[in-house]
């Protein structure tokens, strides 16, 4: 009888993908998803389980192209566990992502469209009452005499792919993940 590690799951996204691209040593293009999907734990249960989930070239690609946040989506892939020492504690940390080789999107193109809308526009108001909110705070206090920005939370992931293999074991480092 033989086992193997395969997993299907359907839930929402959680957050939009962060989407990665680079090149290996041997000069080839690859490009990297991560995202974190919203699992309902079934029967009459409100609770859900975030899973981070890692989609690779034209499937990290596609779950950019035609989702958003609060997308319904199934998706089957391997579970893989790793760990990593934490450079800030010195304690080891311990991870489980799936790594996604298929993807089914369960909602209609209008629905995502709606959602996109929605998004941007929840974006758009969040970003005017972070900036009203940081005037505030400068014009407030006397000892802020000059205006602050706000520290972006871009990159900071390490790609670094070895290996004509898509998936390196060592190729992010989950606590370098801005989410």
Known sequence: M???N???LIGHISKKIMVKSGTTAQQK???VGMFILAVSRGGNSDKADFIKCEAWNNIAD???KYTAKGSLIAVSGEVQTSHFTDQETGREVYETVINVNSVKFL???NTTAERRAKNQANANVES???TYGSQNNQFGSSQNTAPQTA?????GS???PTGDSQRNDNLLNPAEVPF
């Open 158 to 160: 390490t790609f670094a």
């Open 29 to 31: 293009q690859y490009t």
């Open 6 to 8: 395969q997993v299907t």
């Open 151 to 155: 520290p972006t939370t871009n990159g």
């Open 62 to 64: 596609n779950i950019r």
């Open 107 to 109: 909602e209609n193109k």
């Open 128 to 130: 005017n009452q972070s």
């Open 2 to 4: 033989s086992v193997e």
